[in-house]
C-alpha cells in the first residue's frame, strides 16, 4: 500500500511539474537562467513546508514514513514534482557554454529560495 500512495502521488507530482514546467518555458522562452525549474522547485519547497507545518510541526523521519498522507503528498508528490536532477543538468548546461555567472546566480537562487520559502512555509503553518 506504501508503495502505491508514494506512486500515484509522485506521478500527480511529475505531471504538475511537467505543465508549470511548459507554461513557464512558454512565457518565458529565453530566460537568462532555467526560470521554469528555479519556479517549480520554490513552489515545490514552500508546498512542502506548508505541508509539513500543518500536519508533521515536530516532525521526526520515522513517523514521517510511516505516515499515508505523508507518503502521499511529501514523498511522492512533492518529491516528484521538486527536481534536483534537472536543477544539476540545467546547471551543468550553463557551465558548459562557458555561462559561469548564470551558473552561479542559479544555483544561489535556486538554493536560498527553496530553502527560505521552505523554512517560512513551516514557521506560518507550525502549530
Known amino acids: 500500500m506504501n508503495i502505491l ?4 502521488g509522485g506521478a500527480l507530482g511529475a505531471m ?3 505543465g508549470i514546467g511548459l507554461y513557464f518555458m512558454k512565457r518565458i522562452p529565453h530566460p537568462p537562467i ?3 525549474m528555479l519556479v517549480v522547485n520554490v513552489i515545490g519547497s514552500t508546498g512542502l513546508g506548508l505541508f509539513l507545518g500543518k500536519y508533521f510541526s515536530n516532525y521526526e523521519p520515522t513517523v514521517l514514513y ?3 498522507i505523508f507518503l502521499f503528498v511529501g514523498l511522492g508528490f512533492f518529491g516528484a514534482f521538486t527536481t534536483f536532477s534537472t536543477f544539476s543538468i540545467e546547471t551543468i ?5 562557458g555561462k ?3 551558473a552561479v ?5 535556486t538554493m536560498l529560495l527553496s530553502i527560505s520559502f521552505f ?3 513551516v514557521l506560518l503553518t507550525a502549530g
Open 5 to 8: 500512495l508514494v506512486m500515484t
Open 16 to 18: 504538475f511539474r511537467y
Open 34 to 36: 532555467p526560470m521554469a
Open 66 to 68: 510511516e505516515a499515508p
Open 93 to 97: 548546461l550553463l557551465l558548459r557554454e
Open 100 to 102: 559561469l555567472r548564470k
Open 105 to 109: 546566480l542559479y544555483m544561489f537562487l
Open 119 to 121: 523554512s517560512l512555509a
